[in-house]
Every structure is written in structure tokens, then in C-alpha cells.
């Protein structure tokens, strides 16, 4: 399957599949193709955690459909950091950031539900109730961090919300370039013709189901949080420079760029602590990983003094 998928005749059962050539697109072809011929249950985020296919074949713990752990050490004297993926995507784009941050935080993913069912939820705040319950199915929700990156975002709020309503204040949400859309900016997107292209992409990575998928993705990317925050400390990782991906939508790049919020003050009058970065909406985690992870880091360390300080 591997040498199929990647064009290549030898390959060995210890080759990086990143280092012969695989990438995000050819990981999830290879992983659709492993479930059908092997009936294997295996999700895509485990090609980007175990690389080749020894340690594929010799490991006892597979991700679930939905979530799915960076390291294979669990440590119960570390808060979780709980990454969601983005829009059309799964949870495996936050591999390497989360690497640099698995000395200090546990790193749970939360993978891309309708990417890996065939019934897709449409909903943003029945998302994130599957998600939170998927969860605890396994983990503790205590010193909660949620991270997301664009729409996911917007699942890591409306999350938080459902959290705050059960009366959780504990919560920190860090936002990478995620925006809020508002009723201009609806205008603007309705503009855009872009939803052949995520059809095409979904079909070319084997998606069975692609219109209903890329459907459910844009609805939830439109939809409102469901009630304004209260208690949860928000990081917003805004990216400064202009997205040559929306070129064909200028004036929506333009606005975007005027928001200093990205909308988020929409939801919370609580103070929101915003990092510009030197890079576009696309390449936020690739680029500035360090200084998100480096952030991040810090930030965990201060909690850990006060939580000493205040057991003192």
C-alpha cells in the first residue's frame, strides 16, 4: 500500500513515511486504504505519530475514531492541552507544535468527526457536546486547555461555553487566526467559490461522503457561539499578513486585517490577550509553531507557581 500510494518500489519497514516523500494528503490515502483492504481500524493521526510501518504494526494502542493522544506517556501530574482540528482537516496538523510541548503538557488531539463517519453533524454546539463527551470518556476535565486552530476555534469556544454552563471556570482557550465571522464578512465569503475545491480535495483523499462533508464543515464555520463566555481566559494568535489563499477575495483579506479581536470581543467582555504573528492564516503552525509553543510554555509555568504558592 505504501509503495502504491507513494510511487516507490523498496521500501522498508523502518522508513520516516515523511522522509520518502509522504505528506499530509498521501498519510490519509494511505490510511483510508490500510481500514479497506486490512479492515484496520486506523486513523491518519497514527501515521503522523508512529512514521513507519514497524511501529505501526507493533503498536497495541491505535487511535480512536475521534481522539487520540501526541505521546504514548500519560502524566497525571500535568494539565491536558486538548487541540481541535481545523475545518476540513484532522487533528494530526498539530503534530510537531504539539511535540514541543509534551514535556510540559499532556496533548490530546481531537480528530475530525465527519472526516471519519459517515453521518456528518452540521451543528457547532452537537459537535462539541460529541466531542466533550468523547473526552471524558477517558480523561479528567480539570486545569482545562483548549487550542484551536481557524474553525477550530470556533468548536474550542462553543466548548468552552458548554463547560462554563456546567460550571467549569477553570478553562483557558488559545485561538490560532480563528475569526468570528460577522454579517460583512458573510457577504464576502458569499462571493467565494471555493466549495468545488474542498470537494475535489475530499474525493482525492477517498472521502465517500465529500458534498455532505464539505456542507457540514461550512455550516459549522458560519455558525454563532452558542452564548457569551464568562470566565474563560482567551489567547488569540492573530496572523498579520495577508492570505494569498483569499487573493480572490481582496476585500475580505482587507477586512479581516482591520479586526483587532478577529470578532472574538464579540463573545466575551472579558480581556483578551492578542499576539500578532509575522505570517498568514495557511501557515501559522508551520511557521510560528516556536512561538506559539514557546507561549504556551510559559504561560504553564506561571500556573504551576501559583498552584504552589497557593497549596503553601
Not at 485561538?175 to 460583512?184: A, F, G, R, S
Request: a positive charge; hydrophobic letters at 35%.
Amino acid at each position: 500500500i505504501w509503495q502504491e500510494v507513494l510511487g516507490i518500489h523498496n521500501i522498508g519497514i523502518t522508513d520516516d513515511f515523511f522522509r520518502i516523500g509522504g505528506d499530509s494528503i498521501l498519510a490519509i490515502k494511505v490510511a483510508h486504504r490500510i481500514n479497506k483492504v486490512l479492515k484496520y481500524d486506523m486513523n491518519v493521526a497514527d501515521i503522523f505519530r508512529y512514521k513507519t510501518i514497524k511501529k505501526i504494526g507493533s503498536s497495541n494502542e491505535l487511535s480512536s475514531k475521534i481522539l487520540k493522544s501526541y505521546s504514548l506517556d500519560y502524566n497525571i501530574n500535568r494539565n491536558n492541552i486538548i487541540f481541535i482540528h481545523p475545518a476540513v482537516g484532522g487533528s494530526e496538523v498539530y503534530q510537531n507544535l504539539a511535540e514541543m510541548l509534551i514535556d510540559y503538557y499532556n496533548c490530546i488531539g481531537i480528530d475530525n468527526h465527519n472526516l471519519n463517519n459517515t453521518k456528518t453533524i452540521n451543528s457547532l454546539n452537537k459537535i462539541s457536546q460529541l466531542y466533550i463527551s468523547t473526552y471524558e470518556e477517558r480523561y479528567k476535565l480539570n486545569g482545562i486547555t483548549l487550542l484551536g486552530w481557524s474553525s477550530g476555534g470556533l468548536i474550542a469556544l462553543e466548548m468552552a461555553t458548554i463547560l462554563e454552563k456546567r460550571g467549569y471556570s477553570d478553562i483557558n482557550v488559545i485561538l490560532l487566526d480563528t475569526v468570528i465571522t460577522d454579517e460583512k464578512m458573510s457577504v464576502f465569503k458569499q462571493k467565494q467559490k471555493n466549495k468545488d475545491k474542498i470537494i475535489n480535495y475530499l474525493k482525492e483523499i477517498n472521502i465517500k461522503n465529500p458534498k455532505s462533508v464539505a456542507d457540514a464543515e461550512d455550516q459549522i464555520a458560519k455558525s454563532k457561539i452558542s452564548s457569551d463566555l464568562i470566565h474563560t481566559n482567551i489567547t488569540l494568535f492573530k496572523a498579520i499578513e495577508r492570505d494569498e489563499n483569499l487573493e480572490a477575495n481582496k476585500s475580505l483579506s482587507k477586512y479581516v486585517q482591520t479586526l483587532k479581536y478577529n470578532n472574538i470581543d464579540s463573545i466575551t467582555n472579558n480581556y483578551i490577550k492578542v499576539i500578532d504573528l509575522e505570517c498568514n492564516h495557511m501557515n501559522i503552525i508551520e511557521t510560528k509553531k516556536l512561538p506559539i509553543a514557546e507561549y504556551i510554555i510559559k504561560n504553564n509555568q506561571v500556573v504551576k507557581k501559583t498552584q504552589e504558592f497557593k497549596s503553601k
